[in-house]
Every structure is written in C-alpha cells, then in structure tokens.
C-alpha cells in the first residue's frame, strides 16, 4: 500500500491527452512539492517533472504537472506511441522522514 | 555527462550481507543529495535511503533501518549501501539516484536474497 495514490493504468489514443493523478496528505503533497518519473519498458526511471511543475532539458513541453492542496497531476498531450510506460509520482513526507512514491500508472497508447 | 554506475549486486543467501557500490561522474558529487531506490520484480518503486551531500545526515525507509547503512566517500565520488541481515523481500534491482530532486538514475544492480 503506498502512501501516494495513483490510478493503476490509463490509456489514450495518439494525439490525445490524458492526465495521470496523485493523491497524498498533508505531510508529503500538502507540503513538499511534487517529482513525475517515466519509466520506459526494461529501462531505468527519469525525471519528467520536478517542483510540480518544472521541466528538466531534453523533456517535451507535452508533459506538464501541477498541484493543488493534497493532490497532483501529470498532463500528457499529443499522445506519441512512445510515452508508453509507466508514471509514478514522489514528495518527501515530512512524517515519515522519507521520500514517498506512488504506485505507478501504466499509461497505454491505443 | 552526468553519469551514475552501480556495482556489486548478486545472489546472497538470507540473513547475509552485501555492499552495493555507485560511481559518480560529470557532476560536482559533493553538492548533491544521493539516494538510493529501489524496484523488486513486476513491482513499483520504492525509496531506500538518502544521504546529505556532506554525509552528516541520513535517512532510512522503515523496513530497512537498523540492517542498511547508507554512506559515501565525496574524494572518491562514490556512494555506498551496506546490506546486512538480507531478506526474501530485499530482492530488487537497486538503482543509484543523484541530486535533490531524485535527477539523474543508474540503470540499476540486482540483489537476489535466496537459499
């Protein structure tokens, strides 16, 4: 059971945009901001998205993320084949003096 | 490039230890939070440790305290995970993660805990 929430899987068809969402408490999203991770099939983690809403170099402008209050959400548009994988968000919980993950969300493309 | 490698994964028996090595490069190693996350098979991530970048603070996920010890030696650029007490459960590929936002990952060692 994690401590982020995450719908188990998603699924859009290309062109399309879909949104990915993650539910915590107060002492990790209430709090702290908000990292996405992809993960593509057989391969490592990367950072998507980091402080809610911020995009490393290289990621797509396709890829957006926001926060309000306890929750947060990852916004694909313009689905590619190649944004399958799996998303999981992650904050710091201020209780539990650790990073905390989502349970991931496999995003399928039609 | 910003590069991070980890090493010293394998099979080790329950209740044996293991210490799991990360190679930095293409970074200033000694500035940045380092971490340690990890994946078990056909499972979600989970946050393992982290270690401030002078290495005077510390931080363990419950189910790991008191049996993993994180460390790292900044003239090296290396970071460490010292894994004793080993577990069925602590079977995951273990991925070494760079910088205060979790940035930059390994591809990852696997640890198999098995008799």
């Known amino acids: 059971q994690s401590v982020l929430t995450q719908s188990s899987s998603a699924s859009g068809t290309p062109g399309q945009g879909v949104t990915v969402s993650c539910s915590g408490g107060?002492?990790?999203?209430?709090?702290?901001?908000v990292n996405w991770y992809q993960q593509l099939p057989g391969t490592a983690p990367k950072l998507l998205i980091y402080?809610?809403?911020q995009r490393p170099s290289g990621v797509p402008d396709r890829f957006s993320g926001s926060k309000s209050g306890t929750s947060a959400s990852l916004a694909i548009s313009g689905l590619q084949s190649e944004d399958e994988a799996d998303y999981y968000c992650?904050?710091?919980?201020?209780?539990?003096?650790?990073?905390?993950f989502g349970g991931g969300t496999k995003l399928t493309v039609l | 490039e910003v590069q991070v490698v980890e090493s010293g994964g394998g099979l080790v028996q329950p209740g044996g230890s293991l210490r799991l090595s990360c190679g930095a490069s293409?970074?200033?190693?000694?500035?940045?939070?380092m971490s340690w996350v990890r994946q078990a098979p056909g499972k979600g991530l989970e946050w393992v440790a982290n270690i401030k970048p002078d290495g005077s603070e510390e931080y363990h996920v419950d189910s790991v305290r008191g049996r993993f010890t994180i460390s790292r030696d900044n003239a090296k650029n290396s970071l460490y995970l010292q894994m004793n007490s080993l577990r069925a459960e602590d079977t995951a590929v273990y991925h070494c993660v760079s910088g205060n936002n979790m940035d930059v990952w390994g591809k990852g060692t696997t640890v198999t805990v098995s008799s």
């Open positions: 402080s809610n809403n």
């Open positions: 107060s002492s990790n999203i209430g709090r702290h901001a």
């Open positions: 992650a904050t710091w919980d201020a209780s539990l003096n650790a990073w905390v």
């Open positions: 293409g970074f200033t190693f000694s500035s940045y939070w």
